[in-house]
Protein backbone atom coordinates (compact mmCIF):
# COMPACT_ATOMS: atom_id res chain seq x y z
CA UNK A 1 0.00 0.00 0.00
CA UNK A 2 1.52 3.16 -1.19
CA UNK A 3 2.26 6.18 1.65
CA UNK A 4 0.57 9.02 1.41
CA UNK A 5 2.60 12.52 1.39
CA UNK A 6 1.28 15.53 2.36
CA UNK A 7 0.76 18.02 -0.24
CA UNK A 8 2.19 20.99 1.70
CA UNK A 9 5.92 18.17 2.98
CA UNK A 10 9.13 19.50 0.60
CA UNK A 11 8.63 15.94 -0.40
CA UNK A 12 5.28 16.50 -2.59
CA UNK A 13 6.91 19.61 -3.68
CA UNK A 14 10.30 17.89 -5.09
CA UNK A 15 7.95 14.86 -6.43
CA UNK A 16 5.64 17.06 -8.46
CA UNK A 17 8.54 19.01 -9.81
CA UNK A 18 10.27 15.87 -11.07
CA UNK A 19 7.05 14.18 -12.22
CA UNK A 20 7.96 13.87 -15.53
CA UNK A 21 4.46 12.38 -16.66
CA UNK A 22 2.40 15.93 -15.99
CA UNK A 23 4.08 17.29 -18.72
CA UNK A 24 2.23 15.42 -21.17
CA UNK A 25 -0.45 16.26 -22.64
CA UNK A 26 -3.94 14.28 -21.25
CA UNK A 27 -6.30 13.14 -24.30
CA UNK A 28 -9.86 14.85 -24.28
CA UNK A 29 -12.60 12.44 -24.61
CA UNK A 30 -14.96 13.42 -27.31
CA UNK A 31 -17.70 11.74 -28.83
CA UNK A 32 -16.34 10.21 -32.53
CA UNK A 33 -19.31 9.00 -34.73
CA UNK A 34 -21.01 11.58 -36.39
CA UNK A 35 -24.17 10.70 -37.85
CA UNK A 36 -22.50 10.10 -41.66
CA UNK A 37 -20.03 7.45 -40.04
CA UNK A 38 -23.43 5.66 -37.89
CA UNK A 39 -25.60 5.98 -41.27
CA UNK A 40 -22.02 4.35 -43.07
CA UNK A 41 -21.76 1.62 -40.53
CA UNK A 42 -25.58 0.59 -41.13
CA UNK A 43 -25.10 0.50 -44.44
CA UNK A 44 -22.25 -1.89 -44.36
CA UNK A 45 -24.22 -4.31 -41.68
CA UNK A 46 -27.05 -3.98 -44.08
CA UNK A 47 -24.71 -5.04 -47.38
CA UNK A 48 -22.41 -8.03 -45.07
CA UNK A 49 -25.68 -9.46 -43.58
CA UNK A 50 -27.57 -9.37 -46.79
CA UNK A 51 -24.87 -11.34 -48.45
CA UNK A 52 -24.38 -13.43 -46.30
CA UNK A 53 -28.62 -14.70 -46.20
CA UNK A 54 -28.45 -14.43 -49.85
CA UNK A 55 -25.32 -16.96 -50.24
CA UNK A 56 -26.87 -19.33 -47.61
CA UNK A 57 -29.85 -18.91 -49.23
CA UNK A 58 -28.47 -20.30 -52.84
CA UNK A 59 -26.36 -22.92 -50.86
CA UNK A 60 -29.27 -24.11 -49.81
CA UNK A 61 -32.09 -24.01 -52.41
CA UNK A 62 -29.97 -24.44 -55.52
CA UNK A 63 -27.10 -27.05 -54.58
CA UNK A 64 -27.50 -29.83 -56.57
CA UNK A 65 -25.56 -33.37 -55.55
CA UNK A 66 -22.77 -34.00 -57.34
CA UNK A 67 -22.51 -37.06 -59.11
CA UNK A 68 -19.22 -38.83 -58.97
CA UNK A 69 -17.89 -40.61 -62.21
CA UNK A 70 -15.05 -42.22 -63.15
CA UNK A 71 -14.01 -41.41 -66.51
CA UNK A 72 -11.32 -44.77 -66.79
CA UNK A 73 -12.99 -47.83 -66.73
CA UNK A 74 -11.97 -50.17 -64.27
CA UNK A 75 -10.93 -53.76 -64.81
CA UNK A 76 -12.68 -55.86 -62.80
CA UNK A 77 -10.62 -58.82 -63.28
CA UNK A 78 -7.40 -57.05 -62.14
CA UNK A 79 -6.94 -57.50 -57.96
CA UNK A 80 -5.83 -53.40 -57.07
CA UNK A 81 -3.69 -52.57 -54.14
CA UNK A 82 -5.38 -49.23 -52.64
CA UNK A 83 -2.47 -46.82 -52.93
CA UNK A 84 -2.09 -48.24 -56.57
CA UNK A 85 -5.42 -47.94 -57.31
CA UNK A 86 -6.28 -44.09 -56.21
CA UNK A 87 -2.83 -43.26 -57.64
CA UNK A 88 -3.98 -44.26 -61.22
CA UNK A 89 -6.97 -42.13 -61.14
CA UNK A 90 -4.83 -39.12 -59.56
CA UNK A 91 -2.02 -39.56 -62.48
CA UNK A 92 -4.26 -41.27 -65.25
Sequence with gaps: MPMAVPRRSPTFS????????????VPVAKAVSSRGSILGSIFLLIVFFSY????????CTDNPPRINTVLIPV????????????????YG
Design 14 to 25: LLSKADIFSYLP
Design 52 to 59: VISTFYLF
Design 75 to 90: DDTVEYLVPAFAFTFV
